[in-house]
């Protein structure tokens, strides 16, 4: 990497990337399509490795049946799609989205309601985009730490990071503050 951007004098000569020369620059082809606009830095996404894609895949399908219930009106799960917040345009593992997929078909969420990262090996980084969704206004945020053995709920959200920070053990079950029918309990998939 540039350990240029390691001298603060230099760090603050450094131009941030906007949101929407990111998306431009996705368009003509101009960066990879594995990365992500963190704080105005392009990121190179990481490999998944089977136990992250198997919790995404079991998480996904334990969503969407609560969410086919009904009770929740217009919502939808989004999994690894564009959030366009105002420096980043992070792809949240999952997030649960207010309105209809319909409604994004010509532009990205600007927020969402829950999103969920698990987190293996990119923990400085999901603790990161915990302030950037705070910011963005997003409900709630679960940070998915399966080698720490526990999931972190994060709500009561303000411009200046989340009000409220919950560790939850893998043997109890992490319950959605606004999808209430919505658990999961880690240790069912640990072995």
């Known amino acids: 990497m540039l350990t240029i951007l390691d001298e603060p004098e230099m760090r603050r000569h450094a131009l941030p990337l906007s949101v929407s020369g ?20 392009i990121f190179e996404k990481m490999s998944k490795s089977p136990l992250h894609s198997g919790l995404i895949r079991i998480f996904l399908r334990t969503i969407q049946a609560v969410l086919d219930g009904s009770l929740y009106g217009d919502h939808f799960v989004s999994s690894e799609q564009p959030l366009r917040l105002s420096d980043s345009c992070p792809e949240p593992d999952l997030a649960i989205i207010g309105g209809r997929e319909e409604d994004f078909l010509f532009r990205h969420p600007e927020s969402a309601r ?12 999901d603790r990161e985009k915990a302030r950037i969704y705070s910011e963005a206004a997003v ?22 990071g989340y009000g409220e920070h919950t560790i ?6 992490c319950t959605s503050l606004i999808f209430p029918d919505l658990q999961i309990r880690l240790a069912d998939w640990l072995i």
Request: glycine share 6%; charged share 30%; proline share 7%.
């Open 139 to 160: 409900e709630e945020y679960w940070l998915v730490l399966p080698e720490k053995n526990r999931i972190e709920r994060f709500s009561t959200p303000s411009p200046g």
């Open 168 to 173: 939850i053990p893998s043997t109890e079950s």
């Open 114 to 125: 829950l999103v969920i990262e698990v987190c293996l090996s990119t923990e400085a980084l």
């Open 22 to 41: 990111y998306e431009k620059m996705g368009e003509l082809g101009l960066i990879e399509e594995k990365t992500e606009l963190i704080r105005g830095v």
